[in-house]
């Protein structure tokens, strides 16, 4: 079967949740009340977007973006939020097609840049994203501004 990159739709919300739940508990966290809202949010592609990979009927991974503006870039750029494979999934190039996907679309909306962060428990995946372009760049600094 072919496997199909798209923007997501309504009816891959209970999907991109169930997905949204491993990473959370392969990072050691929990995903947030709100990301049912988040993701309705992002389906109309003006702050962000969710990107579906789907193979047989079934989703088999997630990326969802988020594009910001900056002055320094005189304009927007695009941020990788998530990226997600469903271990069903792993060994068919999905992440890679989904970062392809989602490189494509910031680049048509005149992007100048597309960055993304790596936590302790994703390091590893530094490789990965080489291999599509992306170089390390410094370290990230953050404060938590809600429990």
Known sequence: MALNIRNASPEDR???????????????GSTDPLAPAVFDQ??????????????????????????NLAMRYGGE???LEEL????AGRGK??????VEKTIAQA??????????YLVETTEQNLPFYEKYGFKKVG???????KN
């Open 107 to 116: 680049k048509s909306r005149g992007c100048a840049e597309y960055g993304l």
């Open 14 to 28: 209970e999907s991109c949740l169930e997905l949204l739940e491993s990473l959370a508990s392969f990072t050691g």
């Open 93 to 98: 190039n999905i992440g890679g097609q989904l």
């Open 77 to 79: 750029y695009c941020q």
């Open 42 to 67: 992002l389906l109309d592609n003006s702050r962000g977007a969710v990107f579906v990979a789907e193979e047989g009927g079934s989703v088999l991974g997630m990326a969802s973006v988020s594009y």
């Open 139 to 145: 370290s990230e600094l953050r404060q938590a501004l």
């Open 84 to 87: 997600i494979v469903d271990p």
